[in-house]
């Protein structure tokens, strides 16, 4: 069973950034993917990016690209998403999941994991 734990949201201004964290509970192989999600309302659950828990391969959305960077720590058994020249387009939840047992190029999916976090709120000011 694996537990994830976000933090790290909150009211910044435009062009600002943000470091989102992750904490994980429970065991992750070398087969997970940690993906991070966004939603804001009215609007479907959208990817934003994705790292391989045991190479730290990155994949990440084009309309992130660039501006958003994801990372591990495997010692802290933490995930990060640093958030970079923040716009109002970005305010969201933002959220962590899990997923076993996936290639990179085939994680952008948020129905295929397994397990989520309770989600971070971010809210970027114009």
């Known amino acids: 069973q694996v537990q994830l734990v976000e933090s790290g949201g909150g009211l910044v201004q435009a062009g600002g950034s943000l470091r989102l964290s992750c904490v994980v509970s429970?065991?992750?192989?070398?087969?997970?993917?940690m993906g991070w999600f966004r939603q804001a309302p009215g609007k479907e659950r959208e990817f934003v990016a994705v790292?391989?828990?045991?190479?730290?391969?990155?994949a990440t959305a084009d309309s992130v690209k660039g501006r958003f960077t994801a990372s591990r720590d495997i010692a802290k058994n933490t995930v990060y998403l640093q958030m970079n020249s923040l716009t109002p387009e970005d305010t969201a939840a933002y959220y962590c999941?899990?997923?076993?047992?996936?290639?990179?190029?085939?994680?952008?999916?948020?129905?295929?994991?397994?397990?989520w976090g309770q989600g971070t709120q971010v809210t970027v000011s114009s």
């Open positions: 429970g065991r992750l192989d070398s087969r997970y993917v």
């Open positions: 790292i391989r828990w045991s190479t730290g391969n990155t």
């Open positions: 999941a899990a997923k076993r047992g996936v290639i990179l190029g085939s994680a952008r999916e948020s129905q295929q994991y397994d397990y």
